[in-house]
């Protein structure tokens, strides 16, 4: 598995393509569920723990899952998110927490963290797809300098 990060540009903004569908196939929407919460539970004790919200663990663990609604919906399944939050418009959701290049190098690093247990399980050509994507679609909720 290939974790590289690509620099953050301002004035370029590289082309996104979305997981791979076989990627859903492969490790089942439970699969995505467990992913996020690891996601979140490494943010609940990351250095950008700040920014999120939710007071407590428990609210960090329901967080989890309204983004895994929206992983499970762009990995090409039901449209969970649509339904149950509306249209993505993750830029603007994004717009009233302040985040930095650097803040989007410790979401990544929690990423990595969350996807590692899935290395030998999942393939990967569709692990790597998943990593593209939210490699390059992290940098559009960059909305803050410093
Ligand atoms: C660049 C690093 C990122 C940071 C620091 C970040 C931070 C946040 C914060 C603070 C929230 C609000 C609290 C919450 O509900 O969890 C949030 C929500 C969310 N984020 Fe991110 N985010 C990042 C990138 C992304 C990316 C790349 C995606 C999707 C590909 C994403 C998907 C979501 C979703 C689906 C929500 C829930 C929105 C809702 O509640 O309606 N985030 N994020």
């Known amino acids: 598995m290939n974790y590289s990060i690509t620099a953050h540009n301002a004035n370029f903004i590289p082309p996104v393509q979305k997981p791979n569908p076989a990627f859903l196939k492969e490790i089942g929407e439970q699969g995505i569920r467990d992913l996020l919460r690891r996601l979140y539970i490494c943010l609940d004790t990351s250095p950008i723990r700040s920014i999120f919200p939710p007071e407590d663990t428990q609210g960090m663990m329901e967080a989890s899952q309204i983004s895994a609604d929206f992983f499970i919906q762009i990995c090409g399944g039901p449209d969970y998110f649509n339904q149950n939050r509306g249209m993505p418009q993750?830029?603007?959701?994004?717009?009233?927490?302040?985040?930095?290049?650097?803040?989007?190098?410790?979401?990544?690093t929690c990423f990595e963290e969350a996807l590692k247990p899935l290395e030998g399980n999942i393939s990967e050509d569709n692990l790597q797809s998943f990593w593209n994507y939210i490699n390059i679609f992290s940098i559009m909720m960059i909305n803050t300098q410093g």
């Open 90 to 108: 993750m830029r603007g959701r994004h717009a009233p927490f302040a985040i930095t290049a650097e803040a989007r190098l410790h979401w990544l």
